[in-house]
């Protein structure tokens, strides 16, 4: 068995509801996320694939990513996938997240730092309309992460998949996510926040792309980007 990066890219307009996220696509941007996954996968030792084809097929490309939880066929070949939004970029001097994080039985993730700043009240308040308005807002302060980074495996898949019910919850899918871990009691388990720095330079150790700063030609992820990864 072995070990695998995905990224998942297609069009929004192929789908029913476009617009159902709101974030236009940053081609340079993608690029050098796709450019420097597909290294790091090497720098690893572990398969990389970008997946253009939808499987799932619901609303808004940004659902496809949970194909891994539901196509057993990723399990028969891969102990750990590694999960990468595409506008994640993965700098040079990023240690091996397989060798760091090697557990077989747990979903792993990154604290979301911005949502740990944000006070008690506002963890209730922001999602009363939400699928996590059951959880209490200290609960739900504690556990959100960003799904931009995600590294999961049979077991984490398996456990979560009952509960990521897209089709009947029009909730976006980071929000579905973190519903699916507290409702499943996956084992959950954090990685070193470096692993997913929004807007972070070389010295994270993955950048990921955030907000409208990501829309600027002179981000500082762009800038970076271009001195490592420009060919």
């Not at 006070?119 to 308005?133: A, Q």
Request: glycine content about 4%; charged content about 30%; proline content about 5%.
């Amino acid at each position: 068995m072995k070990n695998c990066i995905v990224q998942f890219f297609m069009e929004s307009k192929t789908f029913s509801k476009p617009d159902f996220v709101n974030i236009s696509v940053n081609q340079e941007l993608l690029e050098y996320s796709k450019k420097s996954a597909k290294k790091y996968a090497d720098k690893c030792g572990v398969d990389y694939l970008l997946i253009s084809t939808p499987r799932i097929n619901h609303v808004h490309p940004t659902f496809e990513r949970f194909d891994l939880f539901f196509n057993n066929d990723w399990w028969k070949e891969y102990d750990q996938i590694l999960y990468l939004d595409t506008d994640v970029v993965c700098w040079p001097d990023a240690p091996s997240v397989f060798e760091m994080y090697p557990k077989n039985n747990t979903f792993k993730v990154c604290e979301d730092k911005k949502a740990l700043k944000r006070s008690i009240d506002w963890h209730g308040e922001n999602e009363t309309n939400s699928i996590l308005k059951e959880f209490e807002p200290k609960v739900l302060r504690k556990q959100r992460f960003n799904a931009g980074v995600f590294m999961l495996n049979w077991y984490s898949a398996k456990t979560m998949a009952p509960f990521l019910k897209y089709k009947e919850y029009p909730d976006d899918d980071n929000k579905l996510l973190v519903y699916a871990t507290l409702k499943s009691q996956v084992v959950v388990e954090k990685m070193d926040w470096r692993f997913n720095k929004k807007n972070g330079s070389p010295k994270s150790w993955f950048g990921h792309g955030y907000g409208q700063k990501k829309y600027l030609p002179d981000s500082k992820i762009l800038v970076e980007a271009r001195k490592i990864f420009k060919d």
